[in-house]
């Protein structure tokens, strides 16, 4: 399971990596003598204190007082740190996954997987899913909400590297048992690599995602383990980006069916 957790006045280390393109093409076909990459995600420092935020709306159903725990960490692992496999053009299609948020949160992110990411976010429990995930430009994305009262979905990109210039992509109402479909352009968002949604209704509720292209991707669990499989060799450049502590970036060399261990270091911003 892949694992992971807008932040008002948050330090967000966010960086343009490079120009996304609507022309971007990858193929799938089978990988021969594909190669693994493992590794894990440390942090070190003491983690932020979660944020506590009083729920002034739908308390009935939200609860009196909700926690957003921006950077999880246990035994000095990275939970939730997107490891990314770039300028692979080739290779193993998008895998099926299920990512739930932190509990009493019960919202989901589903990835159905195939020549697509295809990903659904299951709004429940005042919730959309975990803080951090990622998502495909171009490629409708399915919100549905379980519960039983309505939240306004609002969702931005940022293009600096602090995470200060935010630029709104949607404003809707997400209204209880419907489904509402959104798609993020690459002509709109341009360079950006970072897109944010939460509810204007309930400042609690917010995820962070960072653009893929291809299936190459991992998300560090709760011992910060990462797994890429299926590998073409080459030479490629593996990063590692969490939206409150930054971006991490090293040159690997993948063997025919060879295995590279990986390590990615993060400390508070």
Sequence with gaps: MWR???????????AMLGNVSAGWAYEIRDVVNGGTISGKVSFQGTPPTPKLFPVKKDPEVCGAERRVNEV??????????????????AGKPFATASDR??????GEFHYGGGDQLSLEIFTKGCNF???????????????????????????????????????????RELRPDTVVERTFLARTLKTNR????????????QSWFHVVTTPYFSIS????????????????????????LGL?????????????EMSFGFTRK
């Design 4 to 14: 992971g957790a807008y932040s008002s006045g948050i330090v967000l280390a966010v």
């Design 72 to 89: 999880v960490v246990r035994n000095g692992w990275l939970q939730g740190a997107i490891v990314i496999l770039e300028e692979v053009t």
């Design 101 to 106: 948020g932190e509990p009493p949160g019960k």
């Design 129 to 171: 899913g975990p803080f951090t995930g990622v998502l495909t430009l171009d490629e409708p994305v399915r919100f549905l909400n379980h519960d039983p009262i309505k939240h306004i979905l609002h969702s931005v990109s940022s293009r600096d590297d602090k995470g200060l210039i935010l630029r709104t992509i949607h404003n």
């Design 194 to 205: 970072v897109v944010g949604i939460h509810c204007n209704r309930h400042d609690f509720m």
């Design 221 to 244: 669990d709760e011992e910060g383990k990462f797994t890429i499989d299926q590998v073409p060799p080459g030479q490629y450049e593996l990063l590692a980006w969490h939206p409150t």
């Design 248 to 260: 991490k970036r090293q040159e690997v060399t993948v063997a025919p069916d060879g295995i590279v």
